[in-house]
């Protein structure tokens, strides 16, 4: 028994003392999910958009305020409204050696338009052709005038790739990538991690440390406890539960940044009574969104005043003011749309996410202090699409983030008459004319006006409350610098380096 | 003994077309759109429409389970992700690893501990021993795997900053999601070793056998233990089937790429290829560990092996 213990003793002793620390050459980052593939047309979500952007790199790039800067091409000129001339950076390698020419764009952007690129045909659909005018110029030529086309070139769509590689491997493109980014693809164990190398003949500014490794971490907790023994060196998303403990930690770094992205209660406009303006503009008036967001998201985030979130180009959020509840004004607007509001009962659904059913609960009860009866109805996703496509629901709780920093995404896909996710059916030849508008203008005071008058428009005719504006929260160690994360949330590790 | 196989192996073939249907009906009828799910929210209503026709999705039911068993038998195409593009099988074969590596793992411990723990528990029933074992088989038998995971990460990984607390690639990364798992096996394995000794130990045989002066080690390692394990082996058996199938807590606690996480994202994300080819897999090798595990009771107990000839 006493030699036993003296075994198990000293395998514990080996254990702890194997795998202590190694040179740091090496990033290792903790994400909610893997990548699904690594084709960039193969895909809409988050974590397979971050995975993408360390292998390839877009024409353009997005900055962290949503400007724009160049990127593969130097720079490029709107030829027409239709028409735009890319300048292509000579001398750019892909990972197998070859040089990216305008060929590799005019297959790039091209593909998208396949049934290979199903996944965001809604942002490449506007596109006709690229033409190739020599190897290092090419003009993209748009169907119609579509000017936030030009900023979903840093979408991961927009990403280029090598016409050789992916034409030589077909399907299975997706496992092995070759792109021109600071990164190349070394291994990827599906589901755990991928690892990616340096790539030395990057032609921007080369990454600082050797070996990129990505983990898929589900569990928020075991991403804190990760980062916490320092196995590794950013996590993220980090959530609202965990915020303390990172903040606490003296070794430990949280980064913070509002995103683009708004969680709304939508009305059915197209069933009564919520087809009645001031029946919509009364429950609002019920409701004291400011402090549900508060009470649900501690801290986190803030309320909306604005479906343009506050970070996104002529956003009028941050100028007006912050909505009050205020009963009276809601019983004065039920008298006036004939509606009494203790005979009014409707179901509140929404998905599993349990933010959503706790800001349902208070919506709840608030409605009912008016003698509003209502239900919650709460579904697994697919079911709940499924009820919303079917337009048969009362009132709903939905999120709607922006990967393309325009204006016009965040308005024309919840709003605009034919949009497949117009879930509050809102039908309204002004607004349509409106973004049409927004699309055919270059940006300037012009392109502002026209969105602010919509905002207005938009919450004049309140077809849903706003309820939450979120945040990107990365936990980072403190000996990571260089690191800033990104509120489009695809965040780039190229200027990161070790503090020790 | 080959022809006992062999029928064995012919009776998989309805169990499976039995599974195959109620996956397939079963997620048939599951309310949301595996297009649009896979599209995603964008995807404009073409798109859509495209992709129904390309999979055949509407087509009627029956037409629909007969293409997809009509592949599978012909070309053993059990058809190609939605999520990744890549075969089923590809992907259920590079989950498969893990989650065999960790049940193997549990399995291993499960049987060190729990089987001379239910040993000494018969041999000294109602001790301090037998007490204590039995308080530490009822708390790991009602433990659920979540909640003995999270401790085992908070001490371990967080508090002595020995192991991992999430990962599969090194050994180390290993012991906890292994320990995490076992418990409930440790648990069930002892409680059945006991309790079938404790039969077997009062049989007339093994009175006979300490009447004739036989070595008490013998008596019991071998006349009570190789009778006693008939149930023993069959649980295992059922445990490790289990555990293959997926221990999907385990798996989704220790962030295991397994086939149990597989699953889980298939399901959340409506891709049926990969859900019907992983239940379908999972119904072979359940039932290839059930014929491994009959077989090996003919090797412990020659009447059973009688019987087979």
Sequence with gaps: MKKFSIIFLALILALSLAGTSLAKDTLVVADQYDATTLDPIGHNDYPTSRACSHIYDTLVFLNHDGTLRPGLAEK???LTDKDYKMYLRKGVKFHNGDEMTAADVKFSLERANTPAGSHIHTYSQDLDNVEIVDDYTVIIHLKKVNYP????????????VCKKVVEAAGDDYGMNPVGTGPFKFKEWAKGDHYTFERFDDYWGEKAKFKTLIVRSIPEPTNRTIELETGAVDIAYPVTTI????????????LQRKVIPSTTYMGFNVHKAPFDNVKVRHAIHALLDTVNIQRAVFRGVGQTPRSLIPAVTKYSINDDLPAHTRNVETAKKLFAEAGVNPATLKFIIRSNERKERIDMATIIQAQLA????????????????????QQKQHDVFLLGWGLSVPDPDYAVAGLLESNAGTNYTTFDDPKLNEMLVKGRSLPDGEERAAVYKEMQLYINEQLPMIYLHNDEAIAGVRKIV???????????SFRGVYFEE | MLKYILRRIIMLIPVLL????????????????????????????EAIKEFRDKEGLNDPFLVQFGNYIWKAVAHGDIGRSYSSKRPVMQEILTAFPYTLKLSAFAMIIAIIIGIPCGIISAIKQYSWFDTITMIFAMIGLSMPVFWLGLLLILFFAVRLRWLP???????????????????????????????????????????????????????????????????VVTLCGLQFGQLLSGAILTESIFAVPGVGRLMVNAIMSRDYPMVQGGVLFIAVTFSIVNLLVD????????????ELK
């Design chain 1, 149 to 160: 086309f030009f900023s979903s070139l840093v979408h991961s769509w927009g990403n280029i």
């Design chain 1, 242 to 253: 965990e915020l303390a403990r990172i903040e606490e930690n003296p070794e430990l770094v």
């Design chain 1, 76 to 78: 490029w000129e709107f």
């Design chain 2, 18 to 45: 039995g599974v195959a249907f109620c996956v397939f009906t079963l997620l048939y009828f599951t309310p949301g759109d595996p297009a649009r799910m896979v599209l995603g929210d964008l995807a404009t209503d």
């Design chain 1, 369 to 388: 202090e008016v003698g509003i009866q209502t239900e919650i109805v709460q579904q697994e996703w697919g079911a709940y699409l499924n009820v919303l």
């Design chain 1, 481 to 491: 610098k260089g690191f800033e994360v990104d509120p489009f949330e695809v965040h």
């Design chain 2, 165 to 231: 607390s999430s990962g599969f690639s090194t050994f180390k990364a290993m012991i906890l999601p292994s320990v995490a798992l076992a418990a409930q096996s440790i648990s069930m394995v002892t409680r059945m070793t006991r309790s079938s000794m404790l039969e077997v130990i009062r049989a007339d045989y093994i009175r006979t056998a300490r009447a004739k002066g036989q070595k008490e080690s013998i008596v019991i390692g071998v006349h009570a233990l190789r009778n006693a394990l008939i149930p």
């Design chain 2, 295 to 306: 077989l090996l009771y003919a090797y412990i107990d020659p009447r059973i092996k009688a």
